[in-house]
T-cell receptor, first 112, second 112 residues
């Protein structure tokens, strides 16, 4: 069965370190998205991609970067982790168009 | 002001009650409206999907969209303890703009 996976599921890191969160989908979807979820804010879009080599900034992109070298993967990098980036991160993918987004299980990141 | 507003609750009701969840939005360009359900420590899953104004029914769930009032609703009939989750509304303009804008989510508890 097709799926979307995220790793690691939990991560504790220190302020200033570089962190990369992995997202892998087997649906062959063109669209991939990264969100963070915080109390009182719901899901906020960090970065998104409509295909290989395409990346776009979302609502809260400062301090984050992504690259899309193939269809299946969209890793999210925190260049220099800050305590304000402590959050739950969700990756999602969808077919082209205003279609259902399929979400991964999430990564809980703590920055100390 | 947020583009999409959703009362975060929490909302607690007895089993069997009718539940009404609502969102308002400010962007009249939104055409596609979705409700996602998120269980604790899981990723969101699509529950209902509606295009433009009108009603859509699926079992115990009914989604309503009133574009003239910029207001969407999700009704749950004969609510069950298994409906206890966070419900997030989401919407998009469609077309080339395929990213979703989410409400903050409403945490719902159905008490046996």
């Amino acid at each position: 069965d097709a799926e979307i996976t995220q790793s690691p599921r939990h991560k504790i890191t220190e302020t200033g370190r570089q962190v990369t969160l992995a997202c892998h989908q087997t649906w062959n979807h063109n669209n991939m998205f990264w969100y963070r979820q915080d109390l009182g804010h719901g899901l906020r879009l960090i970065h998104y991609s409509y295909g290989v080599q395409d990346t776009n900034k979302g609502e809260v992109s400062d301090g984050y970067s992504v690259s899309r070298s193939n269809t299946e993967d969209l890793p999210l990098t925190l260049e220099s982790a800050a305590s304000s980036q402590t959050s739950v991160y969700f990756c999602a993918s969808s077919e082209i168009g205003p279609n259902e987004q399929f979400f991964g299980p999430g990564t809980r990141l703590t920055v100390l | 002001q947020k583009e999409v507003e959703q009362d975060p609750g929490p909302l607690s009701v007895p089993e069997g009650a009718i539940v009404s969840l609502n969102c308002t939005y400010s962007n009249s360009a939104f055409q596609y409206f979705m409700w996602y359900r998120q269980y604790s420590r899981k990723g969101p899953e699509l529950l209902m999907y509606t295009y433009s104004s009108g009603n859509k029914e699926d079992g115990r769930f009914t989604a309503q969209v009133d574009k003239s009032s910029k207001y969407i609703s999700l009704f749950i009939r004969d609510s069950q303890p298994s409906d206890s989750a966070t419900y997030l509304c989401a919407m998009t303009r469609g077309g080339v703009a395929q990213k979703l804008v989410f409400g903050q989510g409403t945490r719902l508890t159905i008490n046996p």
